[in-house]
């Protein structure tokens, strides 16, 4: 009769145990299935649970008799381990299985926390723009088109910008004019990145537009205290060049003499205008050759030299093209160059004495080409000569001839 009240009492008591470990096991797929969310969503939300689903499963083991059921098994969540910070730390191979411990838990939330303070202020700024709300611009919805270079700034786009958000009442619509943050890049080859306009108004703004010939996009946003964003807002502009500037069409004045060559700047006789914003790239396209044998061009620097072939006569004249391209700030164009003819002048030598001490004489005659001599000179035919007249240039060979004829006559006339 005792045994059998002794296993009526048994039989309730087991039942309890069995509950109590249902209860332990549900407990540890609960803390599991609360560890999985956080691996899953990477939080710290996901982390702060986790902790109180083991502080209750914790709680709960100590309220229920331990003697009762047996020893609960321990609970262990593995964290993900934060990225390797340090050069010299080293990240386990991926796919090997990670010890854990109960002295692991409070070393992983730690890296996990140091990871997220490295984060850096743009990825910051990008999650806290995807929790605030995006509204588009309601002005201005296209750029300016038509724009054409005049030496001022041209900001692309008509008054002020506009977009409408939320009122304070949560229900209706209000304007939202500003502060608006502006930025202006280059694209499309063109180089253009001036700093952004922060929290700026249409001058401030136009302090920043461009102002030289290309293509743009001006981008609006807001600064990053307010409670919302912009949608995509980038417009697109171009200013084209202005037309080709008035030049001057320059005239030269060449030698009428074979071989004779001369240069002029260009560059300097056309008056080109100071905002060109680069170029021009010069270059001869066509010439005529009455007088001319050549005509080029530097086509940087802007120098035409010029060489004529003598004997046109002066009355001969020739015309030179030259092509302006590549004017940052204006179309291409082209200036006509006219050219005439001049004798060249004779050359005078007095002061002529040969190394004797024959008495001086003196010589004119045409040059070669354009030579340049010096007083000074000794010429083939021992004379010292002195240069004077309006070019310095070295007398040709008639006029050696004619010296040592002259020598001959005075030799002659003293033996008589």
């Given at each position: ?139 201005p919805k296209c750029a300016d088109t038509g724009l054409v270079y005049d030496g001022t ?71 990053e205290d307010q409670s919302f964003t912009l949608e995509p807002n980038r417009l697109e ?76 006569g002066l009355a001969a004249s020739d015309t030179v093209t030259v092509a302006l391209a ?91």
């Amino acid at each position: 009769m005792m045994s059998s009240n002794n296993r009526s009492i048994d039989r309730p008591i087991a039942h309890c145990h069995a509950r109590l470990r249902a209860q332990a096991t549900l407990l540890v797929c609960i803390a599991t299935l609360a560890f999985a969310t956080f691996v899953l969503l990477g939080a710290d939300d996901a982390l702060a649970q986790d902790q109180q689903d083991i502080s209750d499963v914790d709680a709960i083991t100590a309220e229920a008799p331990k003697d009762a059921f047996g020893e609960l098994p321990s609970v262990h969540l593995e964290e993900k381990a934060a990225p390797s910070l340090g050069a010299q730390s080293e990240s386990p191979a991926a796919g090997t299985p990670t010890a854990v411990t109960e002295a692991d838990t409070p070393a992983s939330k730690g890296a996990v926390e140091a990871a997220k303070d490295a984060t850096d202020s743009t990825t910051g700024a990008i999650v806290a723009a995807a929790n605030k709300p995006a509204y588009k611009l309601t002005h201005p919805k296209c750029a300016d088109t038509g724009l054409v270079y005049d030496g001022t700034r041209q900001q692309g786009y008509s008054g002020v910008p506009v977009t409408r958000i939320p009122a304070d009442n949560g229900t209706d619509e209000m304007d939202y004019n500003g502060p608006f943050d502006v930025e202006y890049k280059g694209i499309n080859g063109t180089v253009y990145n001036p700093p952004k306009a922060l929290s700026a108004g249409y001058q401030q703004i136009n302090t920043h537009a461009p102002i030289n010939a290309g293509t743009y996009q001006v981008v609006f946003t807001v600064p990053e205290d307010q409670s919302f964003t912009l949608e995509p807002n980038r417009l697109e502009f171009s200013i084209a060049k202005a037309p080709a500037p008035a030049l001057s069409q320059p005239s030269v004045t060449l030698f009428d003499a074979p071989g004779s060559v001369m240069a002029f700047d260009l560059a300097r006789m056309i008056n080109l205008p100071s905002d060109l914003n680069g170029g021009p790239v010069y270059a001869v396209t066509a010439y005529t050759a009455n007088g001319l044998t050549t005509a080029s061009i530097d086509s940087a620097t802007g120098e035409l030299t010029l060489t004529s072939k003598g004997g046109a006569g002066l009355a001969a004249s020739d015309t030179v093209t030259v092509a302006l391209a590549d004017m940052g700030n204006y179309e291409d164009t082209a200036v006509q160059v006219n050219v005439s003819y001049k004798a060249k002048p004779a050359a005078t030598i007095s002061g002529a004495q040969s190394n004797d001490d024959t008495p001086q004489t003196t010589c004119q005659t045409a040059p070669p080409g354009n030579l340049l001599a010096h007083t000074g000179d000794t010429t083939p035919s021992g004379l010292i000569v002195a240069v004077t007249g309006v070019a310095a240039l070295v007398a040709g060979a008639s006029c050696a001839l004619a010296l040592r004829a002259s020598r001959r006559q005075l030799r002659d006339s003293k033996r008589r």
